[in-house]
């Protein structure tokens, strides 16, 4: 059995709320859930356990999803917050800290939404805070009502990887929710596709892990099911992660 690791979307003690006012609570979106459970895979919620028990939990674990959420706190990547984009900074250190033990004891990750911002910054990156407000002319990347029903075309960096693995397809969409992004990429992160109306990057894979060890989509593979226009096929990047946690 697979054991795959899933950080958890965190939601604080809020005494306006029906169910567990005063808790805090670690949760799994559910098309992740669905999206990562594969016969012979087994997904585990990592709370964000004390030590030792969470490096005890971690331990266990074949590879690590990072999935998507809160935005970054512009603190953990050295800059100061513009409007009312103030992050989610305890979430930040949590899932840092899962990075970073799943990085030095060569784990596999796949990073998603983010995910993907998240290692970008941990590999010493930043991020546009918001796309509207620092890129005025960027294409729309999020909308609260159309939701994961929001698309557009990506281009694959010829010869690399998700363009060799997507090479018999005619669809390069993806779903697009986020209005954060990419702005100074991390170091040792090769490009792995791009949105072509404004350049930001939406994939990436780090250099000194095999191909594809270490890799993180902008988009959301595990919304794909619901779409209701033809995207670009969701589960050969998640097939090749499985790959290598079961290479261990």
């Keep these: 059995m697979i054991k795959i690791g899933i950080t958890s979307c965190i939601m604080y003690p809020n005494l306006e709320r029906t169910y567990f006012p005063p808790k805090h609570l670690c949760y799994l979106e559910r098309d992740t859930a669905r999206y990562v459970t594969r016969p012979n895979v087994l997904p585990i919620l990592i709370p964000d356990l004390e030590e030792p028990a969470l490096t005890d939990l971690l331990a266990q674990m074949d590879g690590f999803v990072f999935q998507g959420g809160s935005d970054m706190a512009p603190d953990t990547y050295g800059e100061q917050p513009i409007g009312r ?36 910054v941990y590999f010493g990156g930043t991020l546009y ?13 999020r909308d609260a009502t159309l939701y994961d029903q929001l698309n557009h075309e990506i281009s694959l960096t010829p010869s690399k990887l998700l363009d060799r693995l997507h090479r018999h397809e005619t669809v390069r969409s993806v779903n697009s929710v986020h209005h954060q992004a990419v702005k100074d990429l ?10 072509p109306a404004d350049g930001l990057i939406e994939a990436f894979q780090w250099t000194q892990a095999p191909e594809g060890k270490v890799l993180a989509v902008q988009w959301h593979p595990e919304f794909s099911w619901n779409s209701k226009t033809p995207l670009i096929e969701p589960n050969s990047i998640y097939e090749l992660f499985l790959q290598h946690c079961s290479a261990l």
């Design 85 to 120: 984009w103030q992050g989610d900074a305890y979430r930040d250190a949590y899932e840092m800290g899962i990075l970073d033990y799943a990085i030095r004891h060569e784990k596999p990750v796949f990073g998603i939404c983010r995910g993907f911002q998240l290692m970008n």
């Design 186 to 195: 991390g170091q040792c992160l090769d490009v792995l596709a791009t949105s």
């Design 129 to 141: 805070q918001d796309i509207v407000t620092q890129l005025p002319d960027a294409l729309e990347h």
